[in-house]
């Protein structure tokens, strides 16, 4: 009878290559969290921009954009008084929701922006003011 050996890691090759990939996520890892603040703001930016997008349809439709009482509202459901003229919804309820699950706020007339409207994100915390991740976004 012949005996056949078995071949396989020692405990040190596997320490060693968990130990490898240890140092590689404490090393990437941060690099990758770091870079996901910007691209939400990046996203939010976009997604403004999409909403004004919305807002000129609306605009061209009803003949004004939507008050500050109407809000962004007015795009998926039509205002008194314009369900005449209201060609809507001209997006997706998820069009008017930021990358960190708020909705979008809406000001007309804006105060960034007095002679039209503003499109805001709060940003991370969802509240009015803050710095960093949580600083407004704002339609330019």
Known sequence: ???????????????VVVLLISLLAVLLVPKFIGSVPAAQRKI??????????????FLMNCGR???QVEGLK??????AGL???WKGPYGKES???DPWG??????????????????ISYGADGKPGGEG????????
């Open 1 to 15: 009878m012949k005996k056949t050996k078995i071949h396989g890691f020692t405990i040190v090759e596997v320490l």
């Open 44 to 57: 939010a930016k976009a997604q403004i921009a999409t909403i004004e997008q919305l807002l000129s349809g």
């Open 65 to 67: 954009y939507p008050n």
């Open 74 to 79: 007015a795009l998926r459901t039509a205002p």
């Open 83 to 85: 369900t005449d003229k």
């Open 95 to 97: 069009d008017l929701i």
């Open 102 to 119: 708020n909705p979008f706020d809406y000001k007309n007339p804006g105060t960034k922006n007095p002679t039209s409207y503003d499109i």
């Open 133 to 140: 991740d949580s600083e407004d976004i704002y339609n330019d």
